[in-house]
């Protein structure tokens, strides 16, 4: 890249130019510092100043920093010169998921795992309120592990982009994607024109070439309007039955995604991919023998009055145990026993259907057993010995997503542990009673330690 600026060679080493469009041009880069592989989009201002589309680059700043997902290409910073803008990107070795269908159809299985994550992280999107409107192959990228990422949100919208009537408006996306009603003009819901391009999708995977397609454009248009398409032999019945329910014309009827989520096929492939990681976690059990009834009480890691106020926010030990910041974390004290602490856990994660791991002495790994709209919730939960009669647990949300993560704390551990704890984090009315009893127990520890 000629003349490039102090602002990306003072932290990126610039190399070979992966693509271009109209206003952009998107490079191969590495960190100075971390010699971490990104993509640097680069984006001309005056040609996008010139034809109006500086609010869409600042909505699509916005969209990518709100949807954080493990199948969305992640926007890692935004720098700026007088002339250009530059996007900071995660680096997609495998390409365009494009190139591998203009090879031919993909397997049955390869066609699930891809729709799959592409189900996941437009259902996380939505959830977001944004809709991507162009979604195609082109802008489904493949990273070093084969994982999809949905990228290029340049034409995406926001919730608050509806209009009274609560539909979207604008016309855009690719003519061969784009649902029936955008193609109207009178107005839809971004969620439904989403799922009707997933289906598009999914054909193309499975098929090797499009539903609908004719050199003009007005007849391609008509086909679409009427859902005018035929799946090849090869398509296997439930394949056949969600196509048709995603590639309906009426927006109205058209399947959900938590439909599309209990179809018989997306169910059939999860099974697998479920039966898969069930033996891998059965493997890993077999090799670290997890905690019993009869575990004796680990050698945990102490905490000190210093310990318990650089937990603290601002230093006051009360931080403690007020709201955080961190929604991904919890913390709850308790006056029972370690042992007593660990079969309650133990007990508690049966009942709600987690898998419970011990990693270290003291620390243990709760892992869902279904998929959630960022991948499988994981928590770790570590157990810390403050006095002799005071323990502090940490829960700590590892993978997954946050507020499915709060609504599991709030809806169903803090209920299902009651009876071992004796204050949860946030609860103001107990930090009084908690900081003396705690206060008081330091200082009969430290009356008895030698100097």
């Given amino acids: ?4 600026p102090s602002v990306l060679t003072d932290r990126y080493e610039v190399g070979r130019l992966l693509g271009q469009g109209t206003f952009a041009k998107v490079y191969y880069a590495r960190s100075v510092h971390t010699n971490e592989s990104v993509a640097i989009k680069m984006i001309d201002k005056d040609k996008v100043m010139r034809v109006g589309l500086s609010e869409q680059t600042k909505r699509e700043i916005s969209v990518m920093r709100i949807a954080k997902h493990p199948n969305v290409l992640e926007l890692y910073e935004v720098m700026a010169t007088k002339s250009r803008i530059y ?19 993909l397997r049955e299985d390869v066609a699930w795992k891809y729709f799959y994550q592409l189900i996941n992280a437009v259902d996380f999107c939505h959830s977001r309120g944004v809709y991507h ?9 493949l990273d070093d592990n084969d994982n999809l990422k949905v990228s290029d949100f340049g034409l995406s919208a926001l919730a608050d982009c509806k209009r009274g009537d609560g539909l979207l408006h604008t016309t855009c996306g690719t003519p061969a994607y784009v649902a029936p009603e955008v193609i109207n003009r009178k107005g839809y819901d971004g969620t439904k024109a989403d799922i009707w391009s997933c289906g598009v999708v999914l054909f193309v995977l499975l098929a090797g070439y499009l539903p609908f397609h004719d050199s003009n454009l007005m007849e391609m248009y008509r086909k679409i309007g009427k859902a005018d398409f035929k799946c090849p032999s090869w398509f296997a019945p439930e394949v056949k039955r969600l196509l048709c329910k995603m590639l309906d014309p009426n927006h109205e009827s058209r399947i959900t995604i938590s439909k599309i989520k209990e179809s018989s096929w997306f169910r059939k492939g999860l099974q697998l991919k ?6 891998e976690i059965r ?21 000190n009055a210093f310990d318990i106020i650089g937990l603290s926010a601002g230093f006051d030990l009360a931080g403690l145990f007020r709201n955080g ?17 660990i079969s309650k856990l133990e007990e508690v994660s049966k009942s709600l259907k987690l898998k419970i791991r011990k990693q270290d002495a003291g620390l243990f790994k709760l892992e869902g057993s279904n998929e959630g709209r960022k991948g499988v919730l994981s928590i770790d939960a570590e157990i810390f010995q403050v006095t002799q009669s005071f323990h502090l647990v940490e829960v700590k949300k590892c993978n997954g997503d946050t507020i499915e993560y709060q609504k599991l704390v709030e809806e169903d551990l803090r209920p299902a542990l009651a009876d071992i704890v004796w204050v949860w984090q946030g609860e103001k009315e107990k930090d009084e009673e908690l900081l003396r009893g705690l206060q008081d127990e330091q200082e009969v520890v430290q009356q008895h330690e030698p100097l």
């Fill in 87 to 105: 996007f900071v990107i995660e680096y997609c070795k495998g390409g365009e998921l494009f190139t591998k269908v203009a090879k031919g159809k």
């Fill in 1 to 4: 890249m000629e003349n490039k």
């Fill in 325 to 341: 910041n961190d929604k991904r974390e919890s913390r709850f004290g308790s006056r029972k026993p370690a042992s007593e602490i």
């Fill in 283 to 303: 493997e890993a059990n077999s090799a670290d023998s997890g905690p019993s009834e009869n575990y004796e009480a680990p050698q945990l890691a102490n905490l």
């Fill in 274 to 279: 479920q039966k898969r990681m069930e033996k």
């Fill in 133 to 141: 409107r162009d979604i195609k192959p082109e802008n489904l990228l």
